[in-house]
């Protein structure tokens, strides 16, 4: 075996929790695209299936956008990551307003079921992401074992007896 071939089988992938959360936020999206699909069906018709799709798709590809920025930017500097956050979003902002003034004037653009399935999926992925972290301190998909392996932080936020 080469030296050149053995190093490259035993680096391990770098962790990148933005990545591994942008993944896991896009996976759980597609869980929940044939509900919304299937409610933009029967509330709407092909228009409203039509319309959610482009929402999903524009939740999907913001999640992913904004981790791809952030990864990139932190490789840089802190200063370089709080201005690329910020502007990052302005721009995916600028973009999803973009795509809906593109086809609102379109025959099969319908704006409730746009909305709705836009508004759920980013609200309720976020907030289900956020639960999922919070409740391991880790990277999504680590979550403690056992009861005795999850860690608390209280003793070194909340003042004691002593301190007091």
Request: net charge positive; hydrophobic share 50%; proline share 7%.
């Amino acid at each position: 075996m080469s030296p050149q071939s053995h190093s490259a089988t035993t680096t391990p992938d770098p962790v990148v929790p933005e990545r591994d959360i942008a993944l896991d936020l896009v996976r759980r999206s597609l869980w929940v695209t044939p509900l919304f699909l299937g409610l933009g069906a029967l509330g709407w018709g092909v228009h409203g299936v039509a319309s959610m799709g482009l929402a999903l798709g524009l939740v999907a590809l913001n999640f992913a956008t904004g981790a791809a920025i952030i990864t990139h930017a932190l490789r840089i500097s802190p200063t370089v990551l709080y201005g690329a956050v910020l502007f990052g979003y302005l721009v995916r902002l600028g973009v999803m307003t973009g795509v809906v003034l593109a086809v609102r004037t379109t025959t099969w653009f319908n704006a409730v079921p746009f909305a709705v399935a836009l508004l759920l999926t980013h609200l309720g992925l976020l907030a289900a992401e956020t639960r999922r972290i919070s409740g391991s301190l880790a990277f999504p998909g680590l979550k403690p074992t056992s009861p005795m392996a999850a860690v608390s932080y209280t003793h070194l936020t909340l003042p004691t007896n002593r301190e007091v």
